[in-house]
C-alpha cells in the first residue's frame, strides 16, 4: 500500500500554527489555509485531516512544505526543528556514533555536552515539538467524540471507526509522554481535558511513564475502555496498531530500571514476544532495503513515519538524513539519490567506525551496495580524495570544512533497484522508521541477559539479526557474500556484545544516547570525539543524562522544577 495515503490525508487537513502546548485551536483563521474547528470538523475528510495532522506532526515542518514558510514552530528554523531531526542531535550527535561541526543552534553544545537551559535552541524545539503533537492529540479527542459526531452529521461515516481512531490518537500522545519521560524526567501533564488558561503541574518521571504505560495498556485492550488499536497487521499503512504498542511498551519496560521505575525486565520481553512471535512484521531479507525510498514495501518496519519527495517534504525527515551524511562528490562514486545536493555535514565517528571489523569497513567503488562484505551494515564511504577515519585535523582540531572522519551511507534516496525515487532527487522519499522488528530481538535479549529468561534465548535471537545483516544462512541471496556466518557462540554473548550489536543494527536510529545511559556509558568512563570538547573525550557531569526543562518554559510556568545541575 504507497505512502501516498497519509499525503492525502494532510492535504485534507486544516493546517494550524503551534503557540502553545495547552493553546486554543479554535480561533478565527490568519489567512485562508488556516481554518477553525467547524470547519475542520464538518466532514469526515476534515476528522482524517485532522488524524493525519497528529501524525505528521511528527516528520513534517509546516504548512506549505520543502521549508516553504509558515512553519508549524514559531521563531524556530523550520529546517532545523523537524522531530526526527532534532532527535539527530539529542539522541546521537552527542554519542559515540556522529560528528557535526557545526556551532549553530546549539549543535556544537550538543556534540560536546555542554548544553546548558539557554544555549541550545534543538532542545527547546525537541521539548516544543512534542508538545504541539500532544496539543494536536488533545484537541483531536476533544472534536472526535460521539456527541460531536453526531451534532456535525457525521456520525454515519465514522461510527465504525472512531474509537479506534481514538486508540490511535491515545498511542500518539502516550508516545510523546514516554520521549519527555526520557529525555527530561518529569514533565507538566496536559491532555484534553485540559483548559486554555490551566497551569499545568509537573508530573515525576515516575508518574510520566506510569501515565504512558496505562494509556498504552488500555488501547491494547485491559477493559478500561472501548478505545482498542487495531490488530497487528491489520491497520492501513503508517497508522499504528496493537504491534506499535507492544513495542513501545517494550522499550519503556527496558529503561523501566534507569528511569526510576523498577525492574520491569520480564515485561520487556515478554512484549517483545508479542513483536516477534505475531509474524506480521518479519525481519527484511535485506538489511540494507529498510533504508531505501521504495521501504514503504518494508515488512520489517512496524510504524513508519511516511515521506515522500512531492507530497510530504520537509528538510527534517530523511531528507536530512541523506543530505547531511553525503556531499556532492560522493553521488560521482555511488547513487546518493539526490545528486550533487549533499550537504556533506555529519561524519561517523572513530567509535562508529571501530565498531566493525576493519576489512568489511573500505568502500568498493566496484561494489557500492557492499555485496562483497561480510557484516552488510559497514555502510561508510572512505574513497574519497584525502579521507581519514580520524574526525581531527592535522593539527588536531576540529574541522569545518567537513574533510574529516568517514561518511555514512545507510540511507539511500533510490528504490532497491538502484533506481531514482520517482518523486525525483530534490527530497527524500525515503519513510522513518520509528519502530522495527530487529529492535525487539535485540530488546529481548538485553532483557534476558538482565535476567528475565534463559541465555540460550538471547542468542537465538542476537544470531537472527546478526545472520540477517551477514546475509548467511536463510538470509542468502545470489551475488552477495554469504560465506562468513553472522552467529556467535553463546560464551561471546554479554551485555556488553549486546550493546556494540545495537550500534552496529541501529547507528542513525535516535537510540544510542538512552542506551548508553541504560549501560552507565554516557557521562562517565567511556569516552570518544569530542566529548567535552577534547578530542579523544573526557567524562562529564552525570547531570547531562537528562536536557534542562527549556528556560522559555521555566519563565512562563514559575510551578516547574529545573532537572539537577542546571
Known amino acids: 500500500m504507497k505512502k501516498y495515503i497519509l499525503s492525502a490525508f494532510v492535504a485534507a487537513c486544516a493546517a494550524f500554527s503551534f503557540t502553545s502546548c495547552v493553546g486554543d485551536l479554535d480561533t478565527q483563521p490568519l489567512d485562508d489555509n488556516n481554518l477553525v474547528s467547524e470547519q475542520v470538523y464538518s466532514t469526515k475528510d476534515g476528522y482524517m485531516g485532522m488524524l493525519a495532522k497528529c501524525y505528521g506532526s511528527l516528520i513534517l515542518t509546516g504548512q506549505k512544505g520543502g521549508d516553504g514558510g509558515d512553519g508549524d514552530l514559531q521563531g524556530a528554523n523550520e529546517g532545523y526543528s523537524g522531530y526526527v531531526r532534532l532527535l539527530f542531535y539529542l539522541q546521537e550527535l552527542c554519542t559515540d556514533d556522529f560528528i557535526m561541526p557545526s556551532s549553530s543552534n546549539g549543535l556544537r553544545k550538543c556534540l560536546n555536552l555542554q548544553w546548558d537551559a539557554a544555549n541550545a535552541s534543538v532542545i527547546k524545539w525537541t521539548w516544543s515539538r512534542l508538545y504541539m503533537t500532544i496539543a494536536y492529540c488533545d484537541e483531536y479527542l476533544r472534536q472526535c467524540t460521539e456527541e460531536n459526531l453526531k451534532a456535525r452529521g457525521v456520525w454515519g461515516d465514522l461510527q465504525n471507526d472512531y474509537l479506534a481512531q481514538r486508540a490511535e490518537v491515545r498511542f500518539l500522545r502516550a508516545y510523546c509522554y514516554e520521549m519527555l519521560c526520557d529525555l527530561f524526567g518529569g514533565v507538566p501533564f496536559v491532555d484534553e481535558n485540559t483548559g486554555a488558561k490551566d497551569i499545568p503541574e509537573q508530573m515525576t518521571r515516575k508518574a510520566t511513564f506510569e501515565y504512558a504505560e496505562k494509556e498504552l495498556l488500555a488501547i491494547l485492550g485491559d477493559g478500561s475502555t472501548n478505545?482498542?488499536?487495531?490488530?497487528?497487521?491489520?491497520?492501513?499503512?503508517?497508522?499504528?496498531?496493537?504491534?506499535?504498542?507492544?513495542?513501545?511498551?517494550?522499550?519503556?519496560?527496558?529503561?523501566?530500571?534507569?528511569?526510576?521505575?523498577?525492574?520491569?525486565?520480564?515485561?520487556?520481553?515478554?512484549?517483545?514476544?508479542?513483536?516477534?512471535?505475531?509474524?506480521?512484521?518479519?525481519?527484511?531479507?535485506?538489511?540494507?532495503?529498510?533504508?531505501?525510498?521504495?521501504?514503504?514495501?518494508?515488512?520489517?518496519?512496524?510504524?513508519?513515519?511516511?515521506?515522500?519527495?512531492?507530497?510530504?517534504?520537509?528538510?527534517?525527515?530523511?531528507?536530512?538524513?541523506?543530505?547531511?551524511?553525503?556531499?556532492?562528490?560522493?553521488?560521482?562514486?555511488?547513487?546518493?539519490?539526490?545528486?550533487?545536493?549533499?550537504?556533506?555535514?555529519?561524519?561517523?565517528?572513530?567509535?562508529?567506525?571501530?565498531?566493525?571489523?576493519?576489512?568489511?569497513?573500505?568502500?568498493?567503488?566496484?561494489?557500492?551496495?557492499?555485496?562483497?562484505?561480510?557484516?552488510?551494515?559497514?555502510?561508510?564511504?572512505?574513497?574519497?580524495?584525502?579521507?581519514?577515519?580520524?574526525?581531527?585535523?592535522?593539527?588536531?582540531?576540529?574541522?569545518?570544512?567537513?574533510?574529516?572522519?568517514?561518511?555514512?551511507?545507510?540511507?539511500?534516496?533510490?528504490?532497491?533497484?538502484?533506481?531514482?525515487?520517482?518523486?525525483?532527487?530534490?527530497?527524500?522519499?525515503?519513510?522513518?522508521?520509528?519502530?522495527?522488528?530487529?529492535?525487539?530481538?535485540?530488546?529481548?535479549?538485553?532483557?534476558?541477559?538482565?535476567?528475565?529468561?534463559?541465555?540460550?534465548?538471547a542468542l537465538k535471537y542476537v544470531n537472527e539479526v546478526r545472520n540477517r545483516a551477514y546475509m548467511s544462512g536463510k538470509y542468502a541471496k545470489a551475488g552477495v557474500r554469504s560465506d562468513v556466518s553472522g552467529e556467535i557462540a553463546e560464551s561471546q554473548l554479554d551485555l556488553n556484545f549486546i550493546l556494540a550489536e545495537r550500534q552496529r543494527e541501529m547507528a542513525s536510529e535516535l537510540t544510542r544516547r538512552t542506551d548508553l545511559i541504560r549501560y552507565g556509558k554516557f557521562t562517565k568512563g567511556n569516552n570518544w570525539d569530542w566529548k567535552n570538547a577534547v578530542r579523544l573525550g573526557e567524562d562529564v557531569d552525570d547531570h547531562f543524562q537528562l536536557f534542562p526543562i527549556p528556560e522559555s518554559e521555566m519563565s512562563s510556568n514559575p510551578t516547574l522544577k529545573q532537572n539537577p545541575g542546571y
Do not use: H
Open 227 to 457: 478505545e482498542v488499536l487495531k490488530d497487528a497487521g491489520a491497520n492501513d499503512y503508517a497508522r499504528v496498531d496493537k504491534a506499535a504498542a507492544w513495542f513501545l511498551l517494550s522499550r519503556m519496560y527496558l529503561n523501566a530500571e534507569t528511569w526510576g521505575c523498577g525492574n520491569r525486565y520480564s515485561d520487556c520481553l515478554a512484549y517483545a514476544k508479542k513483536v516477534i512471535e505475531c509474524g506480521k512484521y518479519p525481519l527484511a531479507s535485506d538489511w540494507r532495503q529498510i533504508f531505501l525510498a521504495d521501504n514503504d514495501d518494508c515488512s520489517e518496519i512496524i510504524w513508519p513515519l511516511a515521506q515522500d519527495g512531492q507530497k510530504a517534504q520537509s528538510s527534517a525527515g530523511t531528507n536530512f538524513y541523506v543530505k547531511a551524511f553525503v556531499n556532492g562528490a560522493m553521488n560521482g562514486l555511488y547513487q546518493t539519490g539526490v545528486e550533487t545536493r549533499g550537504w556533506g555535514n555529519v561524519r561517523a565517528k572513530t567509535t562508529l567506525v571501530d565498531a566493525f571489523d576493519p576489512a568489511d569497513v573500505l568502500f568498493n567503488v566496484d561494489d557500492v551496495w557492499g555485496n562483497g562484505k561480510a557484516d552488510k551494515r559497514a555502510q561508510f564511504m572512505t574513497a574519497l580524495d584525502g579521507q581519514r577515519k580520524e574526525t581531527w585535523d592535522d593539527k588536531e582540531a576540529m574541522t569545518s570544512t567537513f574533510t574529516c572522519g568517514y561518511g555514512y551511507i545507510k540511507w539511500r534516496n533510490v528504490t532497491k533497484d538502484d533506481k531514482e525515487a520517482p518523486a525525483g532527487t530534490n527530497y527524500s522519499s525515503i519513510d522513518w522508521p520509528m519502530f522495527r522488528t530487529a529492535d525487539a530481538y535485540l530488546m529481548a535479549a538485553e532483557a534476558i541477559l538482565r535476567g528475565a529468561g534463559q541465555k540460550s534465548e
